[in-house]
Every structure is written in C-alpha cells, then in structure tokens.
C-alpha cells in the first residue's frame, strides 16, 4: 500500500531534489538551516489536567512532562472554539470563527469547508519556501482542499464519524456486510449503516475502514519519514499533527505490558504521549536546534463520555454544574478551552519555565510566521499576536483581552458572548454541554453579565457581587471591547464557509467493493456515483 509507494517516491524525488509530486515548485536556491522548521502536535478533546506537568493527579504523560522540563509551559494558554472544526479552522488562519466562516463542525457529507479565500498558515509559509505536511484529522472539509499542504496523511474528520472494525472504546464495529448475494431481512437493517471510516495518503483513500489500532504507529512512522526527507531536502518544514487522541473512540492498541490493566483512558493518553515522544525524538535526532516543537489541544473533554473523557484539573466550571450540565468541551466555561501547552526549542525557549501569560491557539499563526521571517496577509485582521517575545523569556505579557466563541452548549454559534479582560471572566450567555449524567444546563442570558475573577476563583464558582466597585469597574470597558469588536469585524473582509451537505461527497475508495462499507439506500441499488 502507500507505504512502499511512499518510498519509491521519496526515492525517486529526493534524487530531483523536490519532495512532492503534488508540488509543482522545487528548491530554487533555498540554502540549508536558514529558517527554522515548525512542528505543531494539537490533541483532541484533552483536558488540562491531562497533562502530568499540570495536574500532578495524573501519571500517564511522562514524555509530554519531560518535554515541559525541558522547555516552557503555559497555564493560561487557550483554543481558539471549545470544538473541532472552529478550532481548527482558527490555528490554521490566525483568526475567529466570525472572520473565517468557521463557526461550528462540519459533517461527513459536507460540501464546503475552510473557505478557500482564507489564508492557511500552511500556505504563507510554503511562499517562504517551506515544505508542509498534515497528518492525523484533518476536519476542515473535504480533504480535497488543504490549502498549503504538499504532503497529508491522516483522516478526514473525528473518528467516530464512520465505521470501522477495530473501533476501540464507545463506538460500535462496521457491521460485517456479506459480500455477493442479499442479505437477510435482519442484516439488511443492520447492514450499511454508517461509511467506514477512510485513511488517506494524499487525495486517495490508501485504507477504508481504517485499522484504529494501528493508527497512531502509522503517524509516527508518516511523521518520522516526512521530518526525515523535509531535512534531508534542504528546506525548512512545518509539520501540522492534528491528532484525534484523546477523542473517543479510544483506541484498543496492542497493550504493551505497562499498559494492561489501566483504564482505557489512561492508556489512550500513554498512546498518544508515546507517539509525541517519537516525534520529538526524531526532531532532536535530525534537526534539535533548528526545530521549533509546540504541543496545545483545541478543546476541553467531551464529559458526556463520562470515564472515557478527560480531566479538567482545578477548572471546574462549579456555577454551571450547580445549575446542571457539563463545563468542558463547547462551553465557554474554563474547562472547554483552557488546554495544555508546551513550547519546545533548545537554545530559543528556556528550559523549565512556566508562563503564566494568557495566550491563544490563535497566536500560532502570526508567532510562526514572524518566526519564519515572512509576513501576514495585509488585507485581513488577525485575532492573534506575535508570542516570539514570551517564547524566548523576554516579556511575560500575552492578550489583555482574549474572546471565547459560542461553541454549541449556548447562543448563536462563534458569537463572542464570553469575554476575558485580564483575570476577569465575563459571560453574557452561559449554558453546560450534555454531562455524564445525560443533563444539560440550559442555556440563561445575563444582562449584566456574570463576572468571575479568575485570579481567586478558577472553578468559576462565585460571579462577583453586581453592586461591588470591581464589577462596576470592569463591566464598562467590556462593554467598550465588545463594541470595538463587532465593529472591527464589521469592518474585516471576513468569509463564509459552506455548511452544505450532499451525500455524493461522502469519502470512499470504490463504491462497488463492500469493505468500503458506504452507506447505500439497499441493497437493490448497490451504490454507484454515491458513497
Ligand atoms: C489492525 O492492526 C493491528 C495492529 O497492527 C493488527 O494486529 C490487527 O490484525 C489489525 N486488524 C485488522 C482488522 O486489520
Ligand atoms: C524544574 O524546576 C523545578 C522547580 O522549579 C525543579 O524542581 C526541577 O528539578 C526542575 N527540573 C529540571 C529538569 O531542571
Ligand atoms: C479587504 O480586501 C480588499 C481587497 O483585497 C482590500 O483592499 C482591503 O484593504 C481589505 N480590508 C481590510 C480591512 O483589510
Ligand atoms: C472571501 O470572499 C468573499 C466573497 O467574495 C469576500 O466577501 C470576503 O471578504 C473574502 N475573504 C477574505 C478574507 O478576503
């Protein structure tokens, strides 16, 4: 399959001096080591106190605290959305939902995607003459638009959005879909159900359904190879990993001896920090000071999946949970967005420091490209900023203020309704996402907004007192920046995304062959043109 072709390839176009085949520019003059080369793992629904670093509850990182050790730590660093795509889309623009279009998540069978006239980090760096790779879930839609990227492999969306045959924790297997003759009436209703789920190298489908359980040792291997040849080529890469660890279904890898007998989350979190310690090893083998690693997530656990999600650490959301409903994953509560961070580089960042400065997934965007020496898109505005300076140990000064988007537990999807202004937490729509116990807290407008202050209140327990002079203090200048926002974006050249479904966009690699397991209307009409 891809990986002997893979090979070949690299083969065969290292000796021609260009990577890709899919790239129609090759090194033209480009000198060696000039331009550091980036390396941005983002885990999926992890908490923040799914890192050992942070939370000393938790034992199941031991690469990812190392790599803390032995570089920065931000406690108070954020994702973009409290869910996929929004976020996603985010660290791949530099700006928010309400700019790129990207307010919610898209769906299998979705038409559209990142609007195309949004700039990619991926793309102004490959004018700088970068090599770029994706690897892991890519989640933007379709696959066939990943603008700036020479070089993908890793699934489209959430991998619990298809079937597959080794699907791990909280997700059912493919249902076995007898080749040749009819099923029987039983089959057929269980039959076809649900599209397995693709792996692609590229634009085409390498495996469907993919193997969950060798996945994460298929992107270490891709990751391995791409750091290996990007090197080797003489030009500087950044290298996208937007993984789907510590999303379910958690994977049911080959236990290794220290892994049997944990629970499953916990193995899964081993899983995934073994497979970032693979990636740093590589980088600190081939390219350690020229290579810039940072390790975020890009939203809280989804709680409703009970023992199968992650931990919020201190960020407990108490308000919200007194009123019922979960504050993690699409709440703006802290435990939706307030992610792990780790920032590595030996030489650049300095070794076992933790900042406390508020910062953003959103900063990824113009910190890397001001590192890379090239510049941003003029005709756009940007939510990030520049880190470079926190990075390195000069300024500990990140946002003064910071928005969180509706993210699907309450209001309009992307609307800044929440809003950080130095340690004050301010909410003008609260609202919980489906907790474990099945409740939702429903969703309340405040008007006055609630106000807590973070600096002694994390779990956001106690809103201040509306009469007191601090929240008197700090409710005019949120209504100024709240103001000043909506008209800057007013005044942006903001996109639209398409959340249009079809069901003939629905990924699969050959309608006819019944591993593919596409969804069908029966078995009469075997699927043609539509899968
Ligand atoms: C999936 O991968 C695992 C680990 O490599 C392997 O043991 C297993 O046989 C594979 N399963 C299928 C259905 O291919
Ligand atoms: C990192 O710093 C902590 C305290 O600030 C110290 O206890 C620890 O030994 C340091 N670790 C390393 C690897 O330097
Ligand atoms: C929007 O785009 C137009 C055309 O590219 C450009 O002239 C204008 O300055 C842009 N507006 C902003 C706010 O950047
Ligand atoms: C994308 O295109 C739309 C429609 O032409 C336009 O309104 C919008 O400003 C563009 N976005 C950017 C970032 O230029």
Redesign the pocket.
Known sequence: MGWLFLKVLFLGVTFLGCLYPLVDFCPSGETRGQKPNFVIILADDMGWGDLGANWAETKDTANLDKMA??GMRFVDFHAAASTCSPSRASLLTGRLGLRNGVTHNFAVTSVGGLPLNETTLAEVLQQAGYVTGMIAKWGCSPVASLPGFDYYFGIPYSHDMGCTDTPGYNHPPCPACPRGDRPSRSLERDCYTDVALPLYENLNIVEQPVNLSSLAHKYAEKAIQFIQHASASGRPFLLYMGLAHMHVPISRTQLSADLRGRRPYGAGLREMDSLVGQIKDKVDRTAKENTFLWFTGDNGPWAQKCELAGSVGPFTGLWQTHQGGSPAKQTTWEGGHRVPALAYWPGRVP??V?STALLSVLDIFPTVVALAGASLPQDRHFDGLDASEVLFGWSQTGHRVLFHPNSGAAGEFGALQTVRLGSYKVFYVSGGAKACDGDVGREQHHDPPLIFNLEDDVAEAVPLDRGSAEYQDVLPKVREILADVLLDIAGDNTSRADYTRHPSVTPCCNPHHVACRCQATGWTDFPTGRC
């Open positions: 050790a032995e070794v076992n933790t």
